[in-house]
């Protein structure tokens, strides 16, 4: 083969690489839309400004989110980061609620964990169950006294019967976990509690 050739075969290497990846996976995009965002019991409290920190991903396995139930098995993706769309609906609930998100000079400190962002997927002849789950754990810290003021675990499920290969299904469960994770965060009097007052009490999850 002549040297002129190697770029030009190089090339076609990676876009069949990039091809078979492609055809490997299905990209499913999951969020928390905004419009959908109810103010709730952390809206009765004094606005706070509230930094968050980085979110971190703790799954134990984040190449994917789950499998298509259908004959191709693909490998369910998400379009962004998970710990992005994490973040982004944080962002929202907070905003939502009345406190104000800010990158430093905060009064709390929030830091995120994803202890599972999943789904599974039960087949049956032609349909299958999708039960779709998000578990976070999410860190309270007070700013001026760097004291941990809660701690606690928010855990959402959703399950929908659909067809194997509806692709939908799966972005609906996590759409809908996701949603249920954030509620529960939104209507805790606890967490509220804390931004209403923030004394060092540490809440146990």
């Known amino acids: ?45 004094r606005s706070r400004r509230v930094e968050i920190r980085p979110v971190t991903d703790r799954r134990t396995d984040t190449a994917g989110i789950g499998v298509q139930p259908d004959e191709k098995k693909k490998l369910v993706v998400t379009s962004r980061p998970v710990t992005d769309i994490v973040r982004d609906a944080l962002v929202a ?51 001026q006294s760097g004291k941990i003021v809660f701690t606690r675990r928010y855990v959402g499920i959703k399950r929908q019967n659909a067809d194997r290969d509806a692709t939908h299904a799966a972005r609906d469960v996590m759409d809908a976990a996701l949603a249920r994770a954030m509620h529960d965060l939104a209507t805790d009097a606890e967490l509220a509690h804390v931004f209403g007052d923030s004394r060092p009490d540490i809440q146990r999850i």
């Open 1 to 45: 083969m002549s040297a002129r050739r190697w770029p030009a075969m190089l090339l076609w290497i990676a876009m069949a690489v990039s091809l078979v990846g492609c055809s490997n996976t299905v990209a499913v995009d999951v969020g928390y839309p905004e419009a959908g965002v109810n103010r709730a019991t952390l809206a009765s409290v």
């Open 93 to 143: 609930e907070l905003q939502r609620n009345g406190h104000v998100v800010v990158p430093d000079r905060s009064d709390l400190m929030i830091a995120a964990d994803v202890d599972e962002f999943a789904f599974d997927a039960v087949a049956a002849r032609s349909s299958a169950q999708y039960v779709g789950k998000v578990a976070l754990a999410l860190t309270v810290t007070d700013r």
